[in-house]
């Protein structure tokens, strides 16, 4: 979703000038501007904890750190309140980042619960308040994407951990009347010194008395007792057994349920609307047209849905009823024939084509929904102070801009409680916050507290779309057989154009998330001519990243034509990886672990084929090679049947191998569904499909058997929440060319 390196800053200030005066104020270089005095934030923590409250200090801008540097970071920032230690020893971890099933729920507890040596079965974890306190401290704004909540916290979270221990080893140290605190130890939540010994909940109260270190120790890797280790999840038994508060949970008092009556086509209006059926169905309390449609109010969900079937709405369908898949294909496709805006060029590409043999090839990847396990909901609760918000979603900071904008708030008066995520995939984070923005139109024009419950229909209907993608490529060989000229034209919708982070994140005509992945494919380096460039058409239908974003095309894209140019110079695909990158690259070391570990070459059961494909996203590299089947007769004739995928992951150093071994396992899910089912087609401005019945995801019984190998690394950390998305796909389709002599250049694959 998000790149590393992003400057936000002009992002911010766009989307905080409405409420100037009165939000928090943008990144200032070093820091920011002191807003709360350490009086004021320790008062409020110990409302909450009766103990100690522990702040954390790290600039915007911190970039991932292992080594113990934090001591060398520039002036602090306001207090981030990371940690509470309550007299009964319990230790309550604040969360910034959002849990949708990734993990963060123990992995960054974990960081803060090494450095600070509590024990780890006293730990707990809640999500913490939009607040500018916790932003990130890369992006600048409150929020969960891009696979970036571990390393970005990592940090952070650390200096969190050990400034609570040292104010903990000071309060003993004063209890005990020691001229120092050199002597004193701690281990599993107990100071130490002698045969003195006292609890951490003992000295919490002590210690909140005593002034903030300004530097602290921290562990060296050697040291860690939990980083590293294989942890079980925190928020697993509350999730089984039913405790785990979603947003579509939440019950308020007096609150009534919404659904919404939106466009059938992309863009279509209201004129005007019959709601006589609708108000005699049992439990229905109102209906209104809201901006996004016309709402009807009910007592409960399936009394909202039943006034809303009745409705009776007439639509401007307006210009997007002509929209079509095939009409947008044959568009994407006359737009390849041509250049467009350049992303990346070296050399005199055309005349190398035009003096060699061309290999040329055309991919294409449909349109895509998000489809969480939990359809979207947001309650919205509007008073006298202010406005409550729960939901789970993944852009508390742009969530709480959006609604103070709406109803002339400051930020401060937005309150949003985060609940658990049950899935995202980035539809939780929209630039537009839509779900959250309609939530509160609601409740404004109804002066109740309103919970609006998206149905399956809803989003798959009108929801906001991973970007249908076309890509043109074409290569010639050197007489070594490694490509000597490599073109490779896009044509795709921007997710960034027309949102607030526009100004800030296309540069020179280019939405970096359209063309990473291919801009940046480490094969290029051995390319002496190559140009990737971008054809980017507007459209009314709302696109939106999608987990891995650009990856998740042009993943497919480029690992599969490296395939086509192996064979095409009749060489074996590892080989020929391996000939164009460098030997200590990280995408090879991945690539070689995963051939180690499937053992590549070896032959394989009878009707069985093998593909391989490495991708780097998000600061990981990541290679899988899958084993597939064909089924050849029957009712299953052609059906492709993925047996084995053995990945390898370089994710710098690992925090919880648990959690990366899940993310991997999740992530080639994700992206099987996509390569062998999923699609979203249009037909008169209209989607298709409704539900997992005609938009299908991978079922439990294709789930292939899963290896997860993790390369030891101690380079720079990166996420594991996208990586394993994208080389999924190209995997089996170089399998499933191996097997049949069929090349898929189109998802879903599909046998001829």
Not at 45 to 55: K, Q, R
Not at 502 to 510: E, N, Q, S, W, Y
Not at 544 to 551: A, C, I
């Amino acid at each position: 979703m998000w790149r590393e390196g992003m400057n936000l800053s002009e992002v911010i200030a766009s989307m905080e000038s409405s409420t100037a005066s009165r939000a928090q104020p943008a990144a200032e270089g070093k820091g920011f501007k002191q807003t709360a005095s350490r009086r004021d934030f320790l008062k409020a923590g110990a409302a909450a904890s009766a103990g100690l409250v522990v702040a954390c200090f790290l600039p915007l801008g911190a970039r991932r750190v292992f080594a113990q540097d934090v001591a060398k970071q520039p002036a602090p920032i306001p207090p981030n309140a990371f940690v509470r230690i309550a007299p009964d020893n319990s230790v309550t971890v604040l969360l910034k980042h959002s849990e949708m099933g990734q993990g963060v729920w123990t992995s960054i507890p974990m960081v803060v619960a090494d450095e600070l040596d509590c024990d780890w079965s006293k730990v707990h974890v809640e999500h913490a308040p939009a607040a500018p306190e916790y932003r990130h401290t890369v992006f600048g704004l409150q929020m969960t994407g891009g696979s970036t909540s571990t390393w970005e916290s990592f940090a952070q979270l650390r200096e969190a951990g050990a400034m609570a221990r040292a104010l903990l080893i000071a309060a003993a140290a004063k209890k005990w009347n020691l001229a120092g605190t050199t002597d004193c130890r701690t281990k599993n939540g107990m100071v130490f010194c002698g045969d003195k010994k006292a609890s951490y909940g003992e000295l919490a109260e002590a210690a909140a008395r005593l002034p903030m270190p300004t530097n602290v120790a921290l562990k060296k890797p050697e040291e860690f007792r939990l980083i590293g280790k294989p942890i079980k999840r925190l928020d697993s038994k509350a999730k089984v057994t039913g405790t785990a508060e979603f947003g579509i949970d939440v019950k308020r008092p007096g609150m009534l349920i919404a659904t919404i009556a939106r466009a059938p086509v992309f863009g279509a209006k209201v004129k005007s609307f019959d709601a006589t059926k609708a108000r005699t169905v049992p439990g229905v309390v109102d209906v209104m047209q809201v901006p996004s449609g016309v709402a009807v109010l009910a007592k409960h969900f399936w009394a909202a849905k039943q006034g809303r079937d009745a409705l009776v709405v007439d639509w401007d369908l307006g210009p997007g009823a002509a929209i079509s898949t095939s009409g947008l294909r044959a568009e994407y496709r006359k737009a390849a024939q041509t250049t467009g805006t350049v992303a990346k060029k070296a050399g005199d590409v055309d005349a190398v084509l035009k003096a060699g043999k061309v290999i040329e090839a055309e991919y294409e990847v449909p349109f895509l929904a998000h489809a969480p396990m939990e359809p979207l909901n947001c309650t919205a609760e509007i008073g006298k102070d202010g406005c409550d918000i729960w939901t789970g979603t993944q852009f508390q900071g742009v969530d709480q801009m959006a609604v103070a904008k709406l109803l002339g708030l400051k930020p401060e008066q937005v309150r949003i409680h985060t609940t658990f995520l049950g899935g995202g995939f980035g539809r939780r984070a929209n630039p537009q916050s839509d779900f959250i923005v309609e939530a509160v139109e609601v409740a404004k024009a109804s002066k109740q507290t309103v919970k609006v419950v998206w149905t399956r229909e809803d989003d798959i209907h009108g929801g906001y779309y991973r970007p249908m993608w076309l890509s043109r490529l074409r290569a010639t060989l050197a007489k070594d057989g490694k490509p000597a000229a490599w073109a490779h034209t896009i044509v795709g919708q921007s997710i960034i154009a027309g949102t607030p982070f526009a100004g800030a994140m296309i540069k020179d005509g280019i939405d970096g998330s359209s063309v990473e992945g291919a801009a940046d494919a480490p094969y290029l380096d051995a390319v002496p001519a190559h140009r990737v460039d971008l054809h980017t058409p507007s459209s009314p239908i709302t696109v939106l990243w999608w987990r891995s974003v650009g990856h998740s095309h042009t993943g497919f894209v480029v690992e599969s034509f490296v395939d086509e140019l192996a064979h095409a110079a009749k060489q074996d695909p590892l080989k020929y990886r391996q000939a164009l990158l460098p030997e200590k690259s990280r995408e090879r070391l991945a690539l070689d672990l995963a051939a180690e570990k499937f053992g590549w070459g070896k032959a394989l059961p009878k009707g069985r084929a093998a593909g391989i494909a490495v991708h780097a996203s998000f600061g990981s590299y990541v290679a899988q090679i899958v084993e597939v089947s064909v089924e050849g007769n029957g009712p299953d004739k052609g059906r492709i049947k993925v047996h084995r995928v053995v990945c390898a992951i370089d994710c710098g150093p690992v925090v919880n191998p648990l959690t990366i071994e899940a993310q991997m396992q999740s992530g080639i899910a994700f992206g099987l569904g996509a390569a062998l089912h999923s699609e979203l087609t249009l037909k008169d401005g209209k989607v298709e499909q409704s539900n997992f019945h005609n938009y299908l995801v991978l079922r439990a019984n294709e789930m292939p058997k899963v290896e997860v190998h993790i390369v030891p690394s101690t380079d720079r950390m990166g996420g594991v929440g996208e990586p394993g998305t994208p080389p999924i796909a190209p995997a089996v389709a170089n399998a499933v060319f191996a097997a049949t002599g069929q090349r898929l250049r189109k998802l879903p694959l599909r046998l001829a």
